[in-house]
């Protein structure tokens, strides 16, 4: 038994549990962590201390280390003692610019013995008396470790871009760096002494360790140049070493830069590995999403459901505004002025160039490491997948602009999502990111959506497809003979190519009701068939009859086309038998007459011309069809072969209604006999019309004996010798079909 169970949800209890989950969880999460101490007891505070906000406005490794589930403090008031020390799981040290007492050193000494971990980043440079290193060196001697004095490790082949900052490939795999295999070492120092500690990574061969030189300006370096006396590498950077029940980690580095670049590359996986290691906690192979950012902002948890609430209105919004006004435009297609479509065009493309000059340039700063003032990967990237999108959509906008003359509103709305999206990820979020000027590329961002609203205008007032002011049917020479042209591809789907004739290209497609339909666009056209085109197709649009081809709509912009009823097949050429060559002019002829009660004139019937539904014949191309309003009226434009003199010479006066019975009568002709009833050059088909009597259909198909004289009667060259209506040609034809057969058409 299959029980089925209906569940709805409103989507705003589901957005409400989704934000209650988010805000709720990190709560959940923050029992029993591990305690980390930063010693900020120097005379310079947080200033050499990995902290908090750093001296070049990087985010803290504290921060990073609550991102991951530890309880940062702070130690500011010397001296450090047990009693300070106590609950405490790690302690981390760096560059604090005082001499550490005996007694702190004994302190910290019991409490890594006492299972505690340090991690230890040391200092190159020296007392500026050039008196011996602050007295945390000392701390590291007494775990039997040293940093050299007054050096900065160098390398000329392994740096980043033009810099001396070291680009330190030789990590051990272990469970202290866990998956890191390669960081960038920035202004750091070296171990001159590991003692019993284990190396976890060093310097390359190609390496040295360069002096600094004190000056009235305090130390410089020496400009990155090996001198003889000067170390070569390989040389150790981290090294890491059990003491006791506890664990310590020695790094040689400028804390300082530490703060702002160690966990800026692959250093803050190696800064959240050691902290881990020396809590003993185990070191991840991969870290969750949360150990991806190394940023800590007030209200995390609340920022993000505010993300989460603009982004769904973003979307809500867009598909909104698209399902409402779809492409913005319900009107008559009007033309463009030229100056406007070429400003169009300009203004789109000065705000790609702009969004190029806005978001590229800039970029490259961003991911300069060598630079702290505007180094921000993180930034960077979402910048790289902004413009990327907005570039991608407005080429996609100009290119339809330019080369097809359209503004297709998707893009537009696309781009709108994109951009409202990034403005409010940089508000939002705007103090996660390194750089001062968040605001600025948001307002700068915000200022692109100005071409997306003005090609929504321009569709809301002139349409998707641009028709431009005396270039109106330029487009018919651009159209692929094999597909449907893209402005109607919107409203038909399935579409194939069928064929063509002397007055275009005929297409099948389905329409949105799912009504397969006969497109047929003209090959080519201007501006003085358009009133023609018009008149005369609209004559078509009234005629309702089973033997006529039915025409659905017609529209000269953005390209003339006729849609009209889909036929499967239509009448072949060849000798027919008797009775189907009767029943196909009997039944075209039903039409014809339905057509001349309306007072319209088909003028150019052919066999072409005649197609076949579901078994049924009917005449189609009633674009050189005639309004009769008076006697008679003028006809031009027939096929050649099928022409009435009266068509030729005005000696045989104006058209009417015996014209399309002469028509017909070529058709009985040719489906009695195979051939029409006269055939050559243009000029030698004219004369015969005019001057000679055709060959008699039974000379060339003795079947055609008993409807000869109907045929003969219909090619007769003065009008009054002809059958004077249709109807009267059709009681001519059931005299020679049963009644059964007639009673089949109405």
């Avoid at 094999?482 to 007055?503: M, N, R, V």
């Avoid at 029943?583 to 076949?612: C, F, P, Q, R, W």
Wanted: hydrophobic residues 40%.
């Amino acid at each position: 038994m299959v029980i089925e169970a209906k569940f709805k949800i409103s989507p705003w209890i589901l957005l409400t549990l989704i934000l209650t989950f988010l805000i709720l969880i990190p709560g959940a999460c923050a029992s029993q962590n591990p305690k980390v101490l930063f010693d900020e007891t120097g005379p310079y505070g947080k200033y050499y201390t990995i902290y908090s906000i750093g001296p070049y406005g990087a985010s803290s490794f504290a921060n990073l280390l609550q991102e991951n589930g530890m309880e940062v403090s702070r130690l500011t008031d010397p001296p450090v003692t047990s009693e300070k020390l106590k609950g405490y799981d790690v302690l981390i040290v760096m560059a604090p610019e005082r001499n550490y007492t005996d007694s702190e050193i004994n302190t910290i000494k019991d409490f890594v013995k006492n299972g505690g971990g340090l991690l230890l980043l040391g200092d190159n440079w020296g007392q500026e008396d050039g008196g011996e290193s602050y007295a945390f060196n000392g701390l590291a001697k007494a775990f039997g470790v040293s940093y050299a004095d007054k050096l900065v490790v160098v390398d000329t082949k392994h740096h980043i871009l033009f810099s001396d900052y070291v680009n330190v490939v030789d990590v051990k795999p272990n469970t202290v760096n866990g998956n890191v295999s390669e960081f960038y070492y920035l202004k750091g120092t070296y171990l001159k002494n590991t003692g019993s500690s284990e190396v976890l990574a060093s310097s390359d061969a190609d390496s040295w360790a360069d002096s600094y030189t004190l000056t009235e300006e305090g130390f410089s370096q020496n400009n990155g140049v090996k001198e003889s006396e000067e170390t070569s590498g390989p040389l150790p950077l981290v090294s890491a070493m059990d003491y006791g029940n506890g664990r310590v980690i020695f790094m040689g580095s400028v804390g300082s830069y530490v703060n702002s670049w160690i966990y800026r590359t692959n250093g803050w996986k190696l800064g959240l590995n050691y902290v881990n290691w020396l809590a003993k906690r185990p070191v991840p192979s991969e870290y969750d999403a949360a150990g991806l950012i190394p940023y800590s902002v007030a209200d995390m948890e609340y920022r993000i459901a505010l993300m989460v609430i603009l982004t769904l209105a973003i979307i809500l919004g867009i598909v909104m505004a698209a399902r409402r006004y779809g492409n913005g435009f319900s009107g008559q297609i009007k033309t463009i002025k030229n100056w406007k479509y070429n400003a169009l065009v300009a203004v789109n493309l000065l705000f790609a160039v702009g969004a190029v000059l806005i978001f590229i340039p800039p970029n490259t700063y961003l991911f300069d490491i060598t630079n702290p003032d505007m180094y921000d990967p993180n930034f960077a990237y979402l910048i790289i997948c902004v413009a990327a999108l907005y570039l991608f959509f407005s080429g996609v906008v100009l290119y339809n602009l330019l080369a097809r003359n359209r503004i297709i509103a998707e893009y537009s709305y696309m781009n709108m999502a994109i951009l409202l999206f990034f403005a409010g990820l940089t508000f939002i979020f705007g103090d996660v990111f390194f750089i001062m000027d968040v605001e600025f590329y948001s307002i700068m961002g915000m200022a692109l959506i100005i071409p997306l609203i003005l090609n929504l205008m321009v569709i809301r007032n002139y349409g998707p497809d641009l028709v431009i002011e005396g270039k109106e049917f330029d487009r018919l020479k651009k159209i692929s003979v094999k597909s449907l042209p893209y402005e109607l591809q919107p409203h038909y789907t399935d579409s194939a190519y069928i064929g063509e004739g002397g007055f275009g290209r005929v297409f099948k497609a389905t329409r949105k009701d799912g009504r397969d339909v006969a497109i047929k666009i003209p090959k080519s056209f201007d501006k003085r068939s358009e009133k023609t085109f018009i008149t005369e197709v609209s004559n078509w649009i009234h005629l309702d009859h089973p033997n006529i081809v039915k025409l659905y709509d017609f529209k000269i912009l953005p390209i003339p086309y006729i849609e009209m009823e889909f036929c499967e097949g239509k009448l072949e050429k060849g000798m027919k038998p008797l009775d189907e060559a009767i029943s196909v002019v009997y039944e075209v002829a039903k039409g014809l007459e339905y057509a001349h009660t309306k007072n319209i004139i088909h003028g150019d019937v052919k066999l072409s011309n005649i197609m076949i539904k579901n078994g049924v014949h009917k005449i189609s191309d009633w674009g050189l069809s005639k309004l009769k309003l008076a006697e008679s009226v003028t006809l031009s434009g027939a096929t050649p072969q099928y022409a009435a003199p009266e068509q030729i010479s005005i000696e045989f006066g104006k058209a009417d209604e015996r014209t399309d019975i002469y028509q017909i009568g070529n058709v009985f002709y040719e489906l009695l006999t195979g051939r029409l009833p006269f055939e050559g050059e243009i000029s030698q088909i004219y004369n015969s019309i005019l001057q000679t009597e055709p060959i008699l259909p039974s000379k060339i198909n003795s079947n055609a004996g008993p409807v000869e004289y109907i045929v003969m009667k219909c090619l007769s060259k003065i009008k009054d010798d002809r059958y004077p209506s249709m109807t009267e040609l059709l009681k001519e034809l059931q005299k020679h079909m049963s009644p059964d057969e007639t009673n089949l058409f109405p």
